[in-house]
């Protein structure tokens, strides 16, 4: 399957639409703190409605349905996955669990006795 080749070309709206949007971000920040002596819900209701129409904006935007299109693919894909049963899983978890056993039982004796071979043969330390 070849992808063919998609060139973007950002146009004057989506640059004014993404700076409309960081515009919003930076006003839902500002009224969550200029709204200081009012009560917390009201602050936070500002915040998360000024926060939903950058969203809003930025999806409107090239950028934005790219990435709306990038989620639709992502999650097409996933439903493409064939997941393990629970016996293979629990399997392959046991596979895993005794390699790493075998190998910290081999690593553990290779240092000690790399350990013994400095210690007592070439240095001469007697423990």
Not at 6 to 23: F, R
Not at 35 to 45: F, H, M, T, Y
Request: glycine share 6%; charged share 20%; no cysteine.
């Amino acid at each position: 399957m070849s992808n063919p080749t998609v060139e973007t070309v950002s146009t004057g709206a989506d640059k004014a639409k993404l700076a409309a949007a960081g515009a919003l971000v930076v006003a839902a920040v500002a009224a969550f703190y200029l709204l200081g002596k009012q009560d917390l819900w009201l602050r936070v209701i500002a915040l998360l409605m000024l926060l939903a129409a950058a969203v809003a904006v930025f999806f409107t935007a090239e950028p934005g349905k790219a990435l709306a299109a990038f989620g639709r693919d992502s999650v097409r894909e996933l439903k493409k996955v064939v997941w393990p049963t629970r016996k293979e899983a629990v399997q392959m978890t046991g596979y895993v669990f005794a390699f790493v056993f075998v190998m910290a039982l081999f690593l553990w004796v290779t240092d000690k006795t790399l350990e013994w071979a400095i210690f007592n043969l070439i240095l001469g330390w007697k423990r």
